[in-house]
């Protein structure tokens, strides 16, 4: 049986990409996140985009020291299915060459959960053991985590905004989902964004009310019997031999 486990994790980017290019989640809500974290004795995976890393270096060094699993995220949160290959190789290059400044970089997932089959062997020569660019609810709709050459590929199993609904409407949606459940949201969902000019969907439930829903979120998985981990963790809990 597969074990209970649950990964949360964030993608560490700019607001509500591509409509803004302010950076108040990183700057205002990542601390937020880690203080609740902090509080609930989670350790979570957080994808950055190389250019977040080197604006804020010292939220990059502390999401580390704090015992959290750093990964990439690619280096604007450019869309790797729109370049050509060669160009993203060299995007997926240059921004791990820089997180790798701030700690160990072996976990991937491509903005927008767009990764080209063509550039897993790129990750897999650049080091990284596991991949989290596919979703369950995405085509072709993966299953389960995959074995893919080096790398393990872990679908996400939900979009982040199902982590703002009511809690008495997401509670059921949590209850569908197998394990490994892997859970993403975004820093820029944990501000108030109700009054930025973006769609509804990366503005409702936005600020408080979405730190408190990832607070019960947290507590609802403990009282399921999940074990919440680290993404590099959770594979290796799956039987993977993946060193973390
Ligand atoms: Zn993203």
Known sequence: MTPRVAVISFDVEQDC????????????????????LAEERVRATFFFTAEM????????????????????????????DRLPRSEAARVLERSTSILRGYGEVKVFRAPNLKLPENLLPVLAKLGYRVDSSTARYKPPFPRRVEKHGPLVRVPVSVTSSVLRLPWRLQRPLHGALAPPRVYFS???????????????DCRFNTGEPALELLRRLIRFLRG???????LCEAVRMLGHDVEC
């Open 17 to 36: 990409p591509p409509y803004l290019d302010s950076a108040r989640g990183v700057e205002e809500g990542l601390p937020r996140i880690l203080e609740l």
């Open 53 to 80: 890393a080197r604006r804020f270096p010292r939220l990059a060094r502390r999401v580390v020291d704090e015992g959290h699993e750093l990964g990439s995220h690619g280096y604007r949160h450019e869309r790797l």
């Open 224 to 230: 399921e019997g999940y074990m919440l981990a680290t």
């Open 186 to 200: 975004h820093p820029w969902e944990y501000v108030d964004m109700s009054r930025e000019p973006v769609r509804l």
